[in-house]
T-cell receptor, first 112, second 114 residues
Framework: KAGVTQTPRYLIKTRGQQVTLSCSPISGHRSVSWYQQTPGQGLQFLFEYFSETQRNKGNFPGRFSGRQFSNSRSEMNVSTLELGDSALYLC???????????FGPGTRLTVL | GENVEQHPSTLSVQEGDSAVIKCTYSDSASNYFPWYKQELGKRPQLIIDIRSNVGEKKDQRIAVTLNKTAKHFSLHITETQPEDSAVYFCAASTRGGSQGNLIFGKGTKLSVKP
């Protein structure tokens, strides 16, 4: 079974721009969660989507948004990028309960 | 909301020794506690998990214990090997129901010296 995939793997943007990241979950998984990983803050939960609905949200500003499509693929959007948004963005998929989450390889975002 | 504390932040052991990493959580409704291993430049990989109806779980050299009363859980690695060197993260589910997201500890960098 194919694992979780994320595109693009690397991205360089400048302050003020916006960016869209994509995540394709493992086949059959209906839940996709997004996390931001930085050296100082570790892994921080952004939001979770299940059956095209945002089910839970972490403590991030409204510039961070997401959506999920009917095939469970998910996108994350960050508008008006700031230097502090530079991070590794990881998505993880699961069947939907508090069960095993499988991570994608991440998208490394650098904001200049 | 849920908060997970993890200690120590760094741990150095000799090959063959045991390593113990401890985590505490705040939300008594949390019922799922996974541990992830992340090697440099790679994605987090699940190594073991435990649910709140179980006190201990083992998988070869790795074991996890859970104390629901004290709200803490620990990872035990025996007979450590150099390939165990990585950052280890504990996590807890924020709610005991259908929520699928995890709250992570800050991580422990484990170094196993040959």
């Amino acid at each position: 079974k194919a694992g979780v995939t994320q595109t693009p793997r690397y991205l360089i943007k400048t302050r003020g721009q916006q960016v869209t990241l994509s995540c394709s979950p493992i086949s059959g998984h209906r839940s996709v969660s997004w996390y931001q990983q930085t050296p100082g803050q570790g892994l921080q939960f952004l939001f979770e989507y299940f059956s095209e609905t945002q089910r839970n949200k972490g403590n991030f500003p409204g510039r961070f948004s997401g959506r999920q499509f009917s095939n469970s693929r998910s996108e994350m959007n960050v508008s008006t990028l700031e230097l502090g948004d530079s991070a590794l963005y990881l998505c993880a998929s699961s069947f939907g309960g508090p069960d095993t989450q499988y991570f994608g390889p991440g998208t490394r975002l650098t904001v200049l | 909301g849920e908060n997970v504390e993890q200690h120590p932040s760094t741990l150095s052991v000799q090959e063959g020794d045991s390593a113990v990493i401890k985590c505490t959580y705040s939300d008594s409704a949390s019922n799922y506690f996974p541990w992830y291993k992340q090697e440099l430049g790679k994605r987090p990989q699940l190594i073991i998990d435990i649910r709140s109806n179980v006190g201990e779980k083992k998988d070869q050299r790795i074991a996890v214990t859970l104390n629901k009363t004290a709200k803490h859980f620990s990872l035990h690695i025996t007979e450590t090997q150099p390939e165990d060197s990585a950052v280890y993260f504990c996590a807890a589910s924020t709610r005991g129901g259908s929520q699928g997201n995890l709250i992570f500890g800050k991580g422990t960098k484990l170094s196993v010296k040959p």
